[in-house]
């Protein structure tokens, strides 16, 4: 269990820029969370606020990183703007979506059939992002009450995104694999009870074959669907509307610091830097001939090397390390002291390499 730590000058810095305007009812009753209304006091803009109680953070900080580890964009899901540590409470600043819920657009009458299939369809497409990233995400509690509706956008009079997916408080964060079922479970509960909601305000009867299908979906899908994109494509069938394509994921840019962002400068430092390296690798005194010798100038060279992959953070090399992609300041310089010396430890250890088997 965390204990209670101090929020740093710098933590509450952020946070004092965040003026309160009102508090948000939490209708799950969940006394553990606080959920507000904040400006922004530099631009005016409109944020949420969440101070929650006990919570995991990581799936805030995967939501956070999402876009920048996966290089494609999130849609359907609140910007996370920043994340504050106060040890058994979680402060997170969150984009503000000026959208009902589902619950209240129901109980407006202003869903039809084909509406709630469209909103799923949606549903089922955030989460197959979600589910497929590195270090895919599950909501974990999908309900009514967390999944607002842009109604403007579902009748066509905007482009904006239709659905988003908010409330990831149950959320868990995966290294390999998410749990899809649970969420799969949690969307086709949804719809259920959102059908049955359906049916007891409609003043005229709900059926045919849209209306069959989408109580297919709800009653067999958790049994049925093992992935996402069997239940968005058996919905897309429903309304007439193919699945979107897959997200194939990017090839990893290889090309070496320095040359990524094909600025001239930055390329020329770059050549410079690596020319010395080889020149350093080359006209050191060494301690053995022939085959050993040349493996002794790789040894020297990759070590200067693997420096500059850690500090250009090469291939995302720090990003897998949550106190290097954190706020403190402090962690992070502890966390460069810790791969100084790491790296020059593993290099030596090679470079004796020789001598040890000789020895042997």
């Not at 600043?93 to 209240?104: A, D, G, S």
Request: with cysteine; net charge neutral; aromatic share 12%.
């Amino acid at each position: 269990m965390q204990r209670y730590k101090k929020l740093d000058r710098i933590n509450e810095l952020e946070l004092s820029m965040y003026e309160e305007i009102s508090e948000i009812p939490d209708v799950e009753g969940d006394y553990d969370s606080r959920v507000s209304y904040v400006r922004d006091i530099r631009d005016g803009k409109l944020y949420i606020k969440k101070e929650l109680k006990n919570v995991d953070k990581d799936v805030y900080e995967g939501l956070l990183k999402f876009e920048e580890i996966n290089e494609r964009k999130l849609p359907g899901v609140p910007k996370i703007i920043s994340i504050t540590d106060g040890g058994n409470t979680v402060y997170v600043i969150e984009e503000f979506i000026n959208c009902p819920t589902l619950r209240k657009v129901i109980e407006s009458h202003a869903v039809s059939p084909d509406t709630l299939a469209l909103i799923f369809r949606e549903v089922s497409i955030i989460l197959e992002k979600l589910h497929k990233g590195k270090n895919p995400i599950s909501h974990g509690a999908i309900s009514d009450t967390n999944i607002l509706v842009n109604m403007e956008a579902i009748k066509g009079n905007t482009k904006e995104q239709k659905v988003y997916l908010v409330d990831f408080d149950c959320g868990e964060k995966h290294l390999l694999k998410a749990d899809v079922g649970k969420d799969i479970q949690g969307a086709c509960n949804t719809l259920k009870s959102c059908m049955d909601a359906m049916m007891l305000k409609s003043i005229v009867e709900l059926d045919g074959e849209l209306w069959d299908g989408l109580k297919d979906i709800a009653e067999n899908g958790p049994a049925r669907y093992s992935i996402d994109r069997q239940m968005m494509i058996d919905i897309g069938k429903l309304i007439g509307k193919r699945a979107p394509r897959v997200d194939k994921p990017k090839k990893k840019n290889y090309t070496l610091p320095g040359f990524r962002t094909k600025k001239f400068w930055k390329g020329f430092i770059a050549s410079i830097g690596y020319i010395l390296m080889f020149f350093i690798a080359y006209h050191m005194d060494y301690d053995y001939e022939g085959y050993w010798n040349i493996y002794e100038r790789v040894c020297v060279f990759c070590g200067m090397f693997s420096y500059v992959t850690w500090f250009t953070n090469y291939m995302g090399v720090r990003d897998k390390y949550t106190f290097m992609t954190g706020k403190s300041i402090i962690k992070k310089i502890l966390g460069h002291f810790i791969a100084v010396v790491a790296i020059f430890g593993f290099w030596m250890m090679m470079l004796v390499g020789p001598e040890l088997f000789h020895w042997i």
